[in-house]
């Protein structure tokens, strides 16, 4: 069990750029878990998938974030069109049908 | 709905004192809790969860927690603090009847001094 997977660790990019984040979950998890955080906050819930399917998106996920999970294995998070107010660490966390969420380190966003 | 709220944004302790770190919830269906722990610069590690069997429930590192119904709470604590548990502890609910996506708390600075 290597754990939850999270790359990049750091990334920096321009407002105006595109970014993508990768999570590899731990291999017989069927549950992703998106998250983000910012300073002095606890995680705020993004998206989840059980397996391929997106099951739900928080109102925080405005229609510059997707996320995919094709295959129903690694997961992708993608913000276009970044803006300062989008940077924060975003977290990833995987888990079987109703046990406690593993996560990852998660990647941390600095929009400049 | 779910949610959590950590009644104190920051506890200060000394070591070996005693821990207390309040959480209360609401839940529309049957609760699941968990005490997550956040080290600077670590990822979350889960400290403890209750699934609905024992009532109080015994984590890692010497920490424990109570699920109280009748007041909605769920406290996280341990007898002597020691230095290495300075971090920030989040509380987290899931809900059996529902979707089961953890929500969590805003958090509690856990500050210990020598």
């Known amino acids: 069990d290597t754990g939850v997977s999270q790359n990049p660790r750091h990334k920096i990019t321009k407002r105006g750029q595109n970014v993508t984040f990768r999570c590899d979950p731990i291999?017989?998890?069927?549950?992703l878990y998106w998250y983000r955080q910012t300073l002095g906050q606890g995680p705020e819930f993004l998206t989840y998938?059980?397996?391929?399917?997106?099951?739900?998106k928080s109102r925080l996920l405005s229609d510059r974030f997707s996320a995919e999970r094709p295959k129903g294995s690694f997961s992708t998070l993608e913000i276009q069109r970044t803006e300062q107010g989008d940077s924060a660490m975003y977290l990833c966390?995987?888990?079987?049908?109703?046990?406690?969420?593993?996560f990852g380190q998660g990647t941390r966003l600095t929009v400049v | 709905a779910q949610s959590v709220t950590q009644l104190d944004s920051h506890v200060s302790v000394s070591e070996g004192t005693p821990v207390l770190l309040r959480c209360n919830y609401s839940?529309?269906?049957?609760?699941?809790l968990f005490w997550y722990v956040q080290h600077p610069n670590k990822g979350l590690q889960l400290l403890l969860k209750?699934?609905?069997?024992?009532?109080l429930v015994k984590g890692i590192n010497g920490f424990e927690a109570e699920f109280k119904k009748s007041e909605t709470s769920f406290h996280l604590t341990k007898p002597s603090a020691h230095m290495s548990d300075a971090a920030e502890y989040f509380c987290?609910?899931?809900?059996?009847?529902?979707?089961?996506?953890?929500?969590f708390g805003r958090g509690t600075s856990l500050i210990v001094h020598p």
């Open positions: 291999s017989e998890h069927n549950r």
């Open positions: 209750y699934t609905s069997a024992a009532t």
């Open positions: 966390a995987s888990s079987t049908a109703n046990t406690e969420a593993f």
């Open positions: 987290v609910v899931s809900e059996s009847g529902g979707s089961y996506i953890p929500t």
């Open positions: 998938f059980q397996n391929e399917a997106q099951l739900e």
């Open positions: 839940s529309s269906y049957s609760p699941s």
